[in-house]
C-alpha cells in the first residue's frame, strides 16, 4: 500500500508526530510487510501545499529516485491522507494522477473544512468536531466519515489521532446517528485494512 501525507500550514512536528504515530499504528496490525517503505510526506511549506503541482511533482521524483519507489510508478495505487489547508493541493494533485494515468486508491481528507470533494475514487473525511464534519459534508464526502465527539482542537486530530475519540458515519444515508464510537486513529486504521485488501 503507498501513502502520501499532504499536511497543511503548521509546524513540521506535528506532520512528524502523526507519521510516527501511523507507522506505528500500520506495525502493530497485519497491514504491511515494511510500511516505511510505502508512505511518502510531502515536504512542501507554506502555501506550497495549496500546489497541486508541486505535490505532482513531488510524487513523480519520488516515484523515480527513491530507492523505496513506488511498484511500477503510475500503475502502483496511492492512498492520500491531507490536512487543513493540505487537502486543497491533494485533491487537486489526485486529479492530476489519474490524468496522467495513475490510480487514486482512495482519499481520505482531515479537517477539510471549506474544500469541495469529489472525484471517481473513494472519498473519507475526518472533522474535528460536529459542525466541520456537517458543513463539509455538504461539499462533497464519501459513505464513511469520522468527526471527533467531544470536540478537540483543529491541530489535535493531526498531532495525536491516536486520542481522538469520535463518531464513524455513513455520510451516504444519513450524518446521525453514529454508525460507531472509536478514535481517529482507530478510523484510519479500518479505512487502511479496506483498502489494502482491495
Known sequence: MNIIICPGIHEPALTESFRVGLLDLIGTSAIADNPAKNILVYPGKDVLVLSALHILQFLRISVAHRRYRLTDSLESPIIFISFSAGVVGAIRAAHLWQLLGGRVKAFIAIDGW???????????????????????????SGQNNFYAEPAVDHLSIWKSPQTVQGCWVDSSIEIIPPKGRLTAAEFLLMLLKRYEAN
Do not use: A, E, K
Not at 474544500?115 to 461539499?139: A, E, K
Open 114 to 140: 471549506g474544500v469541495p470533494l469529489q472525484g471517481n475514487f473513494p472519498i473519507h473525511r475526518m472533522s474535528h468536531d460536529y459542525f466541520t464534519h456537517w458543513s463539509s459534508c455538504l461539499l462533497g
